[in-house]
Each structure stands twice: as structure tokens, then as C-alpha cells.
């Protein structure tokens, strides 16, 4: 039976097991995992801790005894008995599925429970789900039911979710485009794109338009006649452009964003100093750069926007610079980190391969990240990874990892995405999308992996062994920035042995 307090524990023959709250903690070696922790149950088999109790309720297997798929607590023969099988009064079957699992409310298990709640959530005044978020329905009956009803308990866009449905509309991008682009905005879309719900759309670059009308809106008339033309036609045009050649990321459209910031700044700057585009000088422009030296690329656009339209006519406007790095590792701690990707057990498998990937093959973590399972194969020669068009032989030990990496099926969602088409190979939070580059990226920072430092070594170590061509065909670099790095691994290739093994 469970515990009247917080819904835990059970009742084994004559004795009751209660929850933490009612019930001292005790650590005992659990007769599972052989591990000390603290007791979740008494069974049959023996003490059983938390964890384990945890998952024998919520993984049902079949009995030895009946052959039933029911919830092992005794064991005989070396196989799992279920409890009526070991003459116990324990129950663990759902009275609506009839199937054993993990009991909530109402002798009602974890499952029945999510899909009452999920149901009830879609459903108008008369009880029916509504037809266009039937698709999610089935979505999430077929999702973990525990992360579902955490879901459903605390998060955000559940709430929105519910709004959307009160107000008898469709659901659209439009209508998810009006309230805040907050987190459960995003969540709650995401949710419903993989659902099939709604299309798929460029979701940066829908974002960027979205904060450029909202940004402009909110400024004084005196910067709109100005700032509006520039935003909507200079840079969330270039946006568009961009975004119909080829892939247009959530870090492009930050970079655009931070424009249009550089540029109101710099308005707000001007007027500060009581002087405006008319009066622009020279002495204004340099004023500005020199006052925000580490931010001086991205109004750099701005200026030479104002001067190709006549504001700025004589004045010198700098040029953006586009340097190639100059912050390697030395040799032997690339070599080390390397090793540590490949063998250390103790980095989580995600991230041994994406390390290993940067410090091999120097792909960014913004195109690492969009790799799909099917980028990877075997033949009788070896293993391969397409990194852009041609396949790049890997490593044995890199690509037993990849296999355990896809093996894994380590998704971050409740819900699988559906349609066809090959799968991440390092799956994100929402359904259908890559995970986000900068939480990879703070994982390989807390081991100790940097990716820039990293990723400018194997560039430059590439660069002066491969011909230009080919590192830009393997790579998936362009030929132009494939040549720069050849000719700068050849002029600094004496200076960077230098650094590299002091």
C-alpha cells in the first residue's frame, strides 16, 4: 500500500516501508547493485536500495514462476519472481492498464496518471481533445511518463499550453509569435513542431524578426527614421539571404542582433555628445571606437551603412578585420586532451566525441552539433564520418566511441520527433533539433577541453600538411580561408614549433 504522507513506499506482508519522511534513513548493501545506500524496500531478494526499487517498479520484467511481465521482487533458480508468486500481498498493478509499474494516485499507475492529466490538459469545455493537438496526445503517450508529469506539475509552458487551449483558436506560429519569447515560449513550440502540430520554420531567423520589430518599436523617433531602414533592410534582409543559401544558426542571428544594438548604442552615444547624423565628424566616429575598443567590429557595419548613404561622406570609417588566430595550445597539451577524449571514462561519452572531433578534424561546435547518425558508416576499410562532402576516415578507438554515442539513444526530450530522417547524432532538448552548441561547450569546459585554442591547433596543424583543396573539401571550410591558413601555417609554421614545444 503507499504511504499516506508523500505517496512512497509499500507494505510487505505484516511489515510497512514508508517514505524518508516517515521513515528514518538507513543504509544498507543493496542485493542488486551490491552498492551501500539508503533502503528503499525489504523484499524477498533481500534489501533493495532507492535507485534499484526505483527501477524494478518502472522496468516490469517476466516472472519466472508465471511468466508474467510483472514487477521482480524475489528471486528463484537464479530468475525473477513477481509477488504473488512469492506469496506477498505487494501489489504493483494498475487498476485501469491491469499492467504492474510504478503506482501513483488511486492504485493508478505513473502512465494511466500522465495520460489523464495530458488529456485533460487538451481538451475543451466538453471534455474532447481538441483535433489539431491530437497529434501531441499521441505524442506524449507514448513519452516517459515521469518526465511528463514534471511537465505537467511545474513547467511553464503547460501554463501557456493551457491559455492557448482556453481561448478556442487555432494554434499557430503566429499566435506563439504574440506573448513574451520566453523559455516556455520556446519550450511549447518546440513541443508541438515535433509533434507535427505546426511546420518547421528557421527558427533564428524567426526570432531575429521577432526582436528587431519588438527592438525598434520601443525606440524614440528621433533613432527609427534611422536605425529601422538599417535593421530591416541591411541586416535582417542580409538575414534572409543568408538563410536561403544555407544554414542560418542561432549564432548568426546573434551576431545580427548585437548590430542592431551597436547601432542604437551609437545613436544614444551621439546624442549624449549633442551632436547628430547631420553634424557627424570624424572626431565623433573615433570618440565611439576608442570609448568601446573590444566592441568596435560590430557598429563597424553601421558607419559604412551611413556613409554608402551620403552621412558620412570623407570621413574615415575603419575596415573589418578578419585575422587569422593567433592562440594555440602546445603540442603536447593538444596530444593529452586528445587522449583524455578517447579514454577517459570519466567525461561523459557526448563530450569525449566532440573533443576528439575539434581536436582531429577542427569542425566548430556549431556544425558538430548537427551531425546526423547517418554521416557516420563502416565498410571493409574502416569507419567514416562525413564532416561536409567527402568522408574522413576515423580513428578505431573514436569510432567505437560514436557507435556507443548512437547506441546510447541519449535523447534530452520527453517526446521523439516525428517524421523520417536520419536522427542527431547529439540530440537536443526540444524534439527534432541538435542540442544547443553552449551547453556541449560548458560541459567540455568543466573537463578541462577548450574549443577555440583547440580547434585554431588542428586548423594550423592541418593547414601545413593537406593541401589547400583538400582540407577545404574534408573540412568543409571555404577554399579562400583554406588558403589563408595555408599560407599562414607556412609563414609562422617556425614561430609556432617554437611556442608549441616551450
Given at each position: 500500500m503507499v504511504c499516506g504522507?508523500?505517496?512512497?513506499?509499500?507494505?510487505?506482508?505484516?511489515?510497512?516501508?514508508?517514505?524518508?519522511?516517515?521513515?528514518?534513513?538507513?543504509?544498507?548493501?543493496?542485493?542488486?547493485?551490491?552498492n551501500d545506500d539508503v533502503v528503499g524496500a525489504r523484499w524477498p531478494l533481500g534489501t533493495v536500495c532507492r535507485r534499484c526499487y526505483k527501477f524494478r517498479v518502472n522496468h516490469p520484467s517476466p516472472c519466472h514462476g508465471c511468466g508474467q511481465t510483472r514487477v521482480l521482487?524475489?528471486?528463484?533458480?537464479?530468475?525473477g519472481l513477481c509477488t504473488t508468486c512469492c506469496g506477498l500481498e505487494l501489489n504493483f498493478t494498475c487498476r485501469r492498464c491491469g499492467s504492474d509499474g510504478n503506482l501513483m494516485v488511486d492504485h493508478t499507475c505513473m502512465k494511466c496518471v500522465a495520460a489523464e492529466r495530458v488529456r485533460n490538459l487538451l481538451s475543451d469545455d466538453t471534455?474532447?481533445?481538441?483535433?489539431?493537438?491530437?497529434?501531441?496526445?499521441?505524442?506524449?503517450?507514448?513519452?516517459?511518463?515521469?518526465?511528463?508529469?514534471?511537465?505537467?506539475?511545474?513547467?511553464?509552458?503547460?501554463?501557456?499550453?493551457?491559455?492557448?487551449?482556453a481561448e478556442h483558436r487555432e494554434i499557430t506560429h503566429a499566435a506563439l509569435d504574440e506573448p513574451p519569447q520566453r523559455h516556455a515560449t520556446?519550450?511549447?513550440?518546440?513541443?508541438?513542431?515535433?509533434?507535427?502540430?505546426?511546420?518547421?520554420?528557421?527558427?533564428?531567423?524567426?526570432?531575429?524578426?521577432?526582436?528587431?520589430?519588438?527592438?525598434?518599436?520601443?525606440?524614440?523617433?528621433?533613432?527609427?527614421?534611422?536605425?529601422?531602414?538599417?535593421?530591416?533592410w541591411h541586416v535582417v534582409r542580409d538575414a534572409r539571404r543568408r538563410a536561403a543559401r544555407g544554414p542560418y544558426r542561432v549564432g548568426a542571428a546573434s551576431a545580427d542582433r548585437t548590430q542592431i544594438r551597436a547601432a542604437i548604442k551609437s545613436l544614444t552615444w551621439l546624442n549624449a555628445q549633442r551632436a547628430g547624423i547631420e553634424n557627424l565628424s570624424q572626431e565623433h566616429i573615433d570618440g565611439f571606437l576608442l570609448s568601446r575598443p573590444?566592441?568596435?567590429?560590430?557598429?563597424?557595419?553601421?558607419?559604412?551603412?551611413?556613409q554608402a548613404r551620403g552621412f558620412a561622406p570623407g570621413l574615415d570609417v575603419p575596415t573589418q578585420t578578419s585575422g587569422l588566430p593567433n592562440d594555440f595550445q602546445d603540442f603536447e597539451a593538444h596530444q593529452q586532451q586528445l587522449h583524455r577524449c578517447l579514454t577517459d571514462e570519466s567525461i561523459p561519452l557526448e563530450a569525449r566525441v566532440a573533443g576528439a572531433l575539434v581536436r582531429l578534424y577542427a569542425p566548430p561546435l556549431v556544425l558538430i552539433v548537427e551531425f546526423t547518425t547517418d554521416r557516420f558508416h563502416r565498410d571493409d576499410t574502416g569507419?567514416?564520418?562525413?564532416?561536409?562532402?567527402?568522408?574522413?576516415?576515423l580513428p578505431p578507438t573514436l569510432a567505437r566511441l560514436i557507435d556507443r554515442l548512437i547506441a546510447s539513444d541519449a535523447i534530452h526530450t520527453m517526446i521523439r520527433p516525428g517524421g523520417p530522417g536520419p536522427a542527431y547524432l547529439f540530440p537536443g532538448r526540444p524534439p527534432g533539433r541538435p542540442r544547443h552548441p553552449h551547453s556541449?561547450?560548458?560541459?567540455?569546459?568543466?573537463?578541462?577541453?577548450?574549443?577555440?585554442?583547440?580547434?585554431?591547433?588542428?586548423?594550423?596543424t592541418a593547414?601545413?600538411?593537406?593541401?589547400?583543396?583538400?582540407?577545404?573539401?574534408?573540412?568543409g571550410i571555404d577554399p579562400g580561408t583554406a588558403q589563408k591558413w595555408a599560407h599562414y601555417a607556412q609563414a609562422s609554421r617556425a614561430e609556432y614549433l617554437a611556442h608549441a614545444h616551450t
Open positions: 504522507k508523500t505517496r512512497r513506499g509499500a507494505k510487505v506482508g505484516g511489515e510497512a516501508f514508508h517514505c524518508a519522511t516517515c521513515w528514518p534513513r538507513k543504509t544498507q548493501t543493496c542485493a542488486i547493485c551490491d521482487v524475489g528471486v528463484e533458480h537464479g530468475g471534455g474532447t481533445v481538441i483535433p489539431q493537438l491530437q497529434p501531441l496526445l499521441d505524442s506524449l503517450a507514448d513519452a516517459n511518463p515521469g518526465s511528463v508529469i514534471t511537465w505537467l506539475r511545474t513547467g511553464q509552458s503547460r501554463k501557456l499550453l493551457s491559455q492557448l487551449v520556446h519550450n511549447i513550440r518546440a513541443l508541438l513542431v515535433g509533434a507535427g502540430v505546426l511546420p518547421t520554420r528557421n527558427e533564428p531567423l524567426a526570432q531575429l524578426e521577432l526582436w528587431s520589430e519588438r527592438t525598434l518599436t520601443q525606440l524614440p523617433r528621433s533613432q527609427q527614421h534611422l536605425i529601422r531602414p538599417f535593421a530591416d573590444s566592441k568596435t567590429h560590430p557598429v563597424i557595419a553601421f558607419f559604412h551603412w551611413l569507419a567514416f564520418l562525413t564532416i561536409d562532402r567527402h568522408p574522413v576516415l556541449l561547450r560548458e560541459i567540455l569546459a568543466e573537463h578541462g577541453l577548450p574549443i577555440r585554442t583547440a580547434r585554431n591547433t588542428a586548423m594550423i593547414a601545413g600538411e593537406l593541401p589547400p583543396m583538400v582540407m577545404s573539401d574534408l573540412f
